[in-house]
């Protein structure tokens, strides 16, 4: 391929690379991940609500990584306030699981960076055979799309598995019940797969400039060199 189009190729890889790299910034920073509906079940039962009235105890919360907003329902009327997870729900959320997804989004904040530092280099500069050049693109993508997955995986675990929403619902809670009423994931959390796709996408577009996989020329080479021994 002419350098020409390997430098187009490459460019259009940090380019994806950085909107990667803004996409986790702005979903880590927003409070967008999870929106859902809670019911407040012990004033339902209190006056035995059906129906239309069930709206009347039914709230709203929505939240991030960091905080959240919550509006209470309980049959008098809405009660929003914000909450945040650090320190106030330290107590409520599963510390190791919740502090695993932000390690894991501050590493693939990192390594995104260093996918748009390391295409751009190999569009522009001199590169070598080593990390620093096309080898080291499959390396620095594939752990980016790793950190995205893991993040995917564990934050549905902690959403869906724990209970995490029922639990911020009821949170200082002692004379009323929450349960989930509906949860969906919100943009937020979608931004973490789109970052998913986008370093597949550079991995296809790293191929596409004609580098092999890693380990690749090594695997054959050392094949034909045991069929030229076989053969003397």
């Known amino acids: 391929?002419?350098?020409r189009q390997k430098k187009i190729i490459f460019s259009a890889g940090g380019v994806l690379?950085?909107?990667?790299?803004?996409?986790?910034?702005?979903?880590?920073?927003?409070?967008?991940?999870?929106?859902?509906?809670?019911?407040?079940?012990?004033?339902?039962?209190l006056v035995n609500a059906t129906g239309p009235e069930l709206d009347k105890f039914i709230g709203s919360l929505n939240y991030g990584l960091f905080q959240g907003q919550r509006l209470k329902q309980c049959g008098l009327g809405g009660r929003p306030f914000f909450f945040s997870f650090f320190p106030e729900l330290m107590g409520v959320v599963p510390v190791g699981l919740h502090g695993s997804v932000l390690f894991l989004c501050a590493i693939l904040l990192l390594f995104?960076?260093?996918?748009?530092?390391?295409?751009?280099?190999?569009?522009?500069?001199?590169?070598?055979?080593?990390?620093?050049?096309p080898p080291g693109l499959y390396l620095w993508n594939m752990i980016s799309s790793l950190c995205s997955c893991l993040i995917l995986i564990l934050y549905t675990s902690e959403v869906k598995l724990h209970r995490l929403s029922e639990s911020i619902a009821n949170y200082k809670e002692s004379d009323f019940v929450y349960t989930t009423h509906t949860e969906k994931f919100q943009y937020s959390?979608?931004?973490?797969?789109?970052?998913?796709?986008?370093?597949?996408?550079?991995?296809?577009?790293?191929r596409l400039v004609g580098v092999q996989f890693p380990f690749w020329e090594t695997k054959v080479s050392n094949a034909n060199a045991g069929a030229a021994d076989l053969m003397y």
């Open 189 to 206: 959390f979608w931004l973490i797969f789109l970052v998913l796709l986008m370093h597949c996408l550079n991995i296809l577009l790293i």
């Open 112 to 133: 995104s960076s260093v996918c748009s530092a390391s295409f751009m280099y190999n569009a522009f500069g001199s590169p070598y055979e080593t990390l620093h050049g």
């Open 17 to 45: 690379s950085f909107a990667c790299v803004l996409m986790v910034v702005a979903a880590m920073g927003t409070r967008f991940w999870v929106q859902a509906t809670v019911l407040c079940k012990t004033g339902a039962q």
């Open 1 to 3: 391929m002419p350098n």
